[in-house]
Nanobody
Framework: QVQLVESGGGLVQAGVSLRLSCAVSGRTSSSDAMGWFRQAPGKEREFVAAISWSAFSASDYGDSVKGRFTISRDRAKNTLYLQMNSLKPEDTAVYYC????????????????????WGQGTQVTVSS
């Protein structure tokens, strides 16, 4: 069993930066992948970024955040991060972290059904 708790959301103005954290507890392994998704009101859940838990650090990003967001993880602290720069109003959403168990060391999944555990989410609101 894996538990995930997100933090770091809030109300910010466009153009600023924000860093989300996801504390991970329970069983994890180097073959797991960690991801961030977001969901805005009335929209489907959207892939934001993912990273492998292994030392290889495979990663991938959604097209809408490439070049602005950076995913990272601190295995010693069992924490996943999402650094969000140059925020836009369209980034407003609830952000969720998730774990894909046993996905492999060298690739990361981009589809939400491939993830096994989810946090409760943290709200990010970007005003114009």
């Amino acid at each position: 069993q894996v538990q995930l708790v997100e933090s770091g959301g809030g109300l910010v103005q466009a153009g600023v930066s924000l860093r989300l954290s996801c504390a991970v507890s329970g069983r994890t392994s180097s073959s797991d992948a960690m991801g961030w998704f977001r969901q805005a009101p009335g929209k489907e859940r959207e892939f934001v970024a993912a990273i492998s838990w292994s030392a290889f650090s495979a990663s991938d990003y959604g097209d809408s955040v490439k070049g602005r967001f950076t995913i990272s993880r601190d295995r010693a602290k069992n924490t996943l991060y999402l650094q969000m720069n140059s925020l836009k109003p369209e980034d407003t959403a609830v952000y969720y972290c998730a774990v894909a168990v046993g996905y492999g060391r060298y690739r990361v999944p981009k589809d939400s059904p491939q993830y096994d555990y989810w946090g409760q989410g943290t709200q990010v609101t970007v005003s114009s």
